[in-house]
């Protein structure tokens, strides 16, 4: 069992030194990010089509329907996978504030204040895991941590309000979970967090997998322990239920990759059955407690073929149309693999959970009591969620969180270790390597600093791109004086159309809208004439395009003599009239001529 300090959950005086590194921090990240706020410029599309999804809630459309319907308008709109419960905090803000300060200000206040109120969570829990195991200086230290990660602080600056910072929160409660004193407790602690964080993305699978295999492994250490994993599928099972009742409801019962549906409903409700079964069996076997075990690993991935084979083979974007996996998911680089990340950017993702994995085997080795086990866990939890990592790298900011509280411990270790030291350069080299360890991008940029540039295409040097260099957030007047109509518009750049307009857009980058994806890149890539012809049979109204972008510049690459290659070269074709917008948004706006 594993001894812990014998405090209570939330102490005052630990919330106190808590909220002050919160605040102090908070504060920074406003200044930082004061010129965004101002001008609400969103960086991720996908924030930007929160808002927007938040917006339609408020606005009247049910509660049960994600649907994008300025998405793809002809095609009916597009049905998104998202869960209303990321909605949540920023609808309650927004309604409660928009009386006192008006919509627009409520907004940015939300905008702000929910994503600095999830590195709150974030750093509180983080701190948790550190002062119940160890002590206040290590609690810190968790906490310095975690503003000087830069994975993670990039899911929880202001303006960042889609799901990813919300994982971590479920991530590092799970773990919490596992420092219960009670395998009750602890199980559904466990449990439900893993049921919201699937609810809010099935992104967390993997590690809600690797999560319970460490369970079993528990079990089967300890057959005393068998209630961490009983109470675990129970609590995961039933907060799935409640929660998939409660922001889906029963009008769409599908079965889907991307989002909980019932076939994943069903496999929990199979892993309830044989595991409860299981542990009341009167001391099963080594050989009946595995073959349980595979029961219910095997049911569950029957379930799932039966269902949605698919799911299995391609996951998500299984369906996704080749040409649009080809041009736009290959280019997603924050769905790809670390090995194609720059140098700085994989050293940011790889370093912390190695140094935890580092540290848990330390505290592995130094403790031979109730403890080891619980090292031995944490090692395998974080050594996992880094794997994922390694293969999606969008998620290494899950594994840097939950390393945080080891290299809390492991820099406070260092620290001492330093202090000891009599001669100043080593003491010094020391200081820098520890500097190294926590902020690894620091030595790769030097590295890569006084390498040559890379070769681009033409022999030209590849031109930076700015947020200076597409303000669409400054055309809101000068498309607010149009006739309503559908923007042909880059992926990357629709949402923030539909937030400050009221047009509607041929698709955005979300791969559920997959089929006007594949229509924008194939008018992009042909002849003006084509796309001529499938702009009129659409009804679209106009044409937008930042030629500073990188989307249009890749199609451009694609295809040299293509419609979007000329809309970026300044060659427009003659049935398209260009449309006054100010001259600093770097935005190209043309209206569609009829035939």
């Known amino acids: ?40 410029h969103m960086g991720d599309p996908d924030d930007v089509l929160r808002l927007i999804q938040v917006r339609d809630l408020l606005a009247g459309q049910s509660w049960f329907d994600v649907t994008q319907y300025r998405v793809d308008a002809p095609g009916g709109g597009v049905a998104m996978h998202w869960s209303r419960l990321v909605d949540v905090p920023l609808a309650i803000i927004i309604l409660a504030l928009s009386p006192i300060f008006g919509t627009a200000m409520a907004e940015t206040i939300a905008l702000v204040a929910v994503p600095l109120i999830t590195m709150g969570c974030v750093m509180l829990l983080a701190s948790r895991i550190a002062w119940r195991l160890w002590g206040d200086e290590e609690a810190i230290f968790t906490a310095l941590i975690i503003v000087v990660s830069i994975p993670v602080l990039f899911q929880l600056s202001p303006l960042r309000i889609d799901h990813h910072g919300w994982q971590l929160v479920c991530a590092l409660a799970a773990m919490n979970g596992l420092l219960a004193r009670s395998p009750s407790r602890g199980g559904w602690i466990i449990g ?31 057959p005393a322990s068998k209630d961490w994993a009983i109470n675990a599928i129970q609590s995961l099972a039933v907060v799935s239920a409640l929660l998939f009742l409660a922001t889906r409801g029963i009008g769409d019962l599908a ?32 050989g009946l407690t595995l073959t349980g075990f595979a029961v219910a690993g095997g049911g569950a991935l029957t379930i799932l073929f039966a269902q949605a084979p698919v799911c299995v083979t391609g996951g998500g974007f299984a369906q996704v149309d080749p040409l649009v996996a080809e041009t736009w998911l290959t280019n997603v680089k924050e769905g790809r693999p670390l090995w194609e990340q720059a140098l ?33 866990d944490y090692a395998l939890i974080l050594g996992g969620a880094l794997l994922v990592s390694i293969f ?32 100043p350069l080593p003491r010094m080299a020391a200081m820098i390597g520890v500097a190294f360890a926590l902020l690894p991008a620091i030595p790769a940029l030097i590295l890569t600093s006084a390498m040559p540039l890379r070769a681009s295409v033409g022999g030209a040097e590849d031109e930076p791109v700015r947020v200076a260099d597409c303000r669409v957030q400054d055309t809101r007047e000068a498309l607010a004086k149009l006739p309503k109509g559908e923007i042909y518009a880059m992926m990357d750049i629709a949402p923030e159309l539909l937030l400050v307009s009221d047009h509607t857009v041929l698709a955005t980058g979300h791969h559920r809208g997959d089929a006007a994806m594949k229509v924008l890149i194939e008018t992009a890539l042909g002849t003006p004439d084509q796309a001529r012809e499938t702009l009129n049979e659409r009804g679209t109204g106009y044409v937008a395009v930042c030629p500073a972008l990188n989307e249009p510049r890749t199609y451009a690459q694609m295809a040299p003599d293509g419609f979007v290659a000329q809309l970026a070269s300044g060659d427009a074709p003659q049935w398209l009239e260009p449309v006054a917008m100010p001259e600093d948004a770097g935005l190209k706006l043309w209206r569609v001529m009829p035939e």
């Open 1 to 40: 069992m594993l001894e812990e300090r014998r405090r209570t959950a939330f102490p005052l005086n630990f919330l106190i030194k808590a909220g002050i590194v919160w605040a102090f921090v908070s504060v920074l990240m406003i200044v930082a990010n004061w010129s965004a706020i101002t001008t609400l």
């Open 192 to 222: 439900g967090a893993l049921a919201f964080w699937l609810a809010i993305s099935i992104e967390g699978l993997p590690l809600a997998a690797i999560t319970f295999a460490v369970l079993g492994l528990r079990w089967l250490r300890d």
């Open 255 to 286: 079965s889907y990759c991307d989002a909980i549906s019932p076939m994943h409903l069903a496999m929990f409700a199979w892993g309830v059955v044989v595991l409860t079964l299981l542990g009341r069996a009167s001391k099963p076997s080594l």
């Open 344 to 376: 700085a950017i994989a050293l940011q993702y790889l370093a912390a959970p190695l140094i935890g994995i580092y540290a848990a085997i330390q505290l592995a080795r130094r403790f031979h009591d109730g403890l080891k086990p619980f090292w031995t």
């Open 392 to 423: 999606v790298s969008r998620t290494g900011a899950v594994a840097c969180v939950l390393a945080s509280p080891l290299i809390g411990w492991q820099v406070r270790r260092w620290l001492k270790a330093i202090r000891k030291m009599n001669s």
